[in-house]
């Protein structure tokens, strides 16, 4: 039976106006994958009529494949990394679709960060808080937190400790995700390298930071 109400840190996809999201969602579909190996069960935001729409789609008989191969391009799909997806990234690829935390992991990967936070800036927002309702975990903020990554490869501390302490204040939605646990040893990170650059008062403040984490 679905929850009546939802709590107060995860936001309604299909509600999400917020300032520079409402454009974009007007022409682009908004897709959530729970990606397995033999099938994906998906919630698609439809931007022209606001209706959330989830189908399953099989891997083994070519219907996900045909899903996207019409589905108009391009859209963005969230998902987190997982070993049997590599054919996966490439399909959406070839039909113009995007993956931004996908890409934006492979650019960290590479030693990239720059690349990263390109691939994942429009993964940013209100959006990233929306609710996929058939799983029990209704998100990871995967993408939050290899946001936070990048950051820390940039050397910038300070923005990649506003994205670890992102997912801290959401533990509504993050439940029991691994992003939770390391999100405290990322945040210690972030304040100490915050605590590398900075003089004088500023230095204790993020020493203390670093520490309390």
């Not at 209706?51 to 008989?61: M, Q, S, T, W, Y």
């Not at 590599?86 to 070839?94: A, K, S």
């Amino acid at each position: 039976m679905a929850p009546t109400s939802a709590p107060l840190d995860r936001v309604d996809l299909a509600k999400v106006i917020d300032q520079g999201s409402e454009e974009w969602s007007r022409v682009m579909f908004i897709i959530g994958c729970d990606f397995h190996s033999r099938f994906q069960q998906i919630a698609m935001l439809d931007p022209a009529t606001g209706e959330v729409i989830k189908r399953r789609l099989e891997h083994e008989n070519g219907e996900a494949k045909k899903f996207y191969a019409t589905l108009p391009s391009p859209a963005r799909v969230g998902m987190e990394a997982t070993c049997d997806a590599q054919w996966f990234e490439r399909m959406l690829r070839e039909h113009h679709h995007e993956l931004p935390a996908i890409r934006g992991e492979a650019a960290l990967d590479r030693k990239n960060p720059a690349e990263a936070l390109h691939e994942l800036q429009y993964a940013a927002g209100a959006i990233e808080l929306g609710v996929i309702q058939f799983v029990s975990n209704n998100s990871c903020l995967y993408p939050t937190y290899i946001r936070g990554e990048a950051y820390l490869a940039a050397g910038q501390g300070k923005s990649a400790a506003d994205e670890f302490q992102k997912i801290l204040d959401h533990s509504g939605i993050v439940w029991n995700c691994w992003t939770g646990a390391l999100a405290h040893l990322g945040l210690a990170r972030a304040n100490a390298l915050r605590a590398k650059s900075a003089q004088g008062v500023d230095t204790d403040a993020a020493r203390v930071r670093a520490l309390a984490a």
